[in-house]
């Protein structure tokens, strides 16, 4: 069981589609993270939401765009994107943004771009 | 942009120690080191977190050498669902914001 819960837990999607994917924690965490994990590869950081700011931004493509509406929710929200988008987004949460603190991941939407 | 390296994959046997290593070169002077398991299908796990020289917790230990530039995860006496990959997260000090996970080490425990 895991306290970081996302939806949905697969996703198809064409090209033109916009859609969205969600997160929701009720720990009390004030860090939130989105993070891309290829097939066979580690995660890789794309954002991160401290006190439902955006503090961070790995040069992430436009594309997805990440929303915290409160300190329980996160979202990334996906419009035209490319087969190689095709990936597990996780994910995680955090007590503060201290980004080496222990963080709480989510089991991820796996995401499918036709 | 700096590594943070790990080999590829183990095997061990039920019942043995298990000690997987992550080189980190570029760690950053005051974080830690955590490491993570992850099953297949699922998000990563926190494990254990250290700072240097050694962790102990129900589950594993850590060893972390004074210069900081590697770390050994330690789990006694594998069992069969300890088979998963494991990684350790790593802030980077060459650039800003890079926190890196490890390249991962595929654990298979046989019986």
């Known amino acids: 069981d895991t306290e970081v819960t996302q939806t949905p837990k697969h996703l198809v999607m064409g090209m033109t589609n916009k859609k969205s994917l969600k997160c929701e924690q009720h720990?009390?965490?004030?860090?939130m993270y989105w993070y891309k994990q290829k097939a066979k590869k580690p995660p890789e950081l794309m954002f991160v939401y401290s006190y439902e700011k955006l503090s961070i931004n790995e040069s992430v493509p436009s594309r997805f765009s990440p929303e915290c509406p409160n300190s329980s929710l996160l979202n990334l929200h996906l419009h035209a994107l490319q087969p190689e988008d095709s990936a597990l987004y996780l994910c995680?949460?955090?007590?503060?943004?201290?980004?080496?603190?222990?963080?709480?991941f989510g089991d991820g939407t796996r995401l499918s771009i036709l | 942009l700096a590594k943070t390296t790990q080999p590829i994959s183990m095997d061990s046997y039920e019942g043995q120690e298990v000690n997987i290593t992550c080189s980190h070169n570029?760690?950053?002077?005051?974080?830690?080191i955590t490491w993570y398991q992850q099953f297949p299908s699922q998000g990563p796990r926190f494990i254990i977190q250290g700072y240097k020289t050694k962790v102990t917790n129900e589950v594993a230990s850590l060893f972390i050498p004074a210069d900081r530039k590697s770390s050994t995860l330690s789990l006694p006496r594998v069992s069969l669902s300890d088979t998963a990959v494991y990684y350790c997260?790593?802030?980077?000090?060459?650039?800003?914001?890079?926190?890196?996970f490890g390249t991962g080490t595929r654990l298979t425990v046989i019986p």
């Open positions: 995680a949460s955090s007590p503060t943004g201290g980004l080496t603190q222990p963080q709480h």
């Open positions: 570029n760690i950053a002077t005051n974080d830690y």
């Open positions: 720990m009390g965490h004030r860090a």
């Open positions: 997260l790593v802030f980077d000090q060459t650039g800003a914001n890079n926190l890196f």
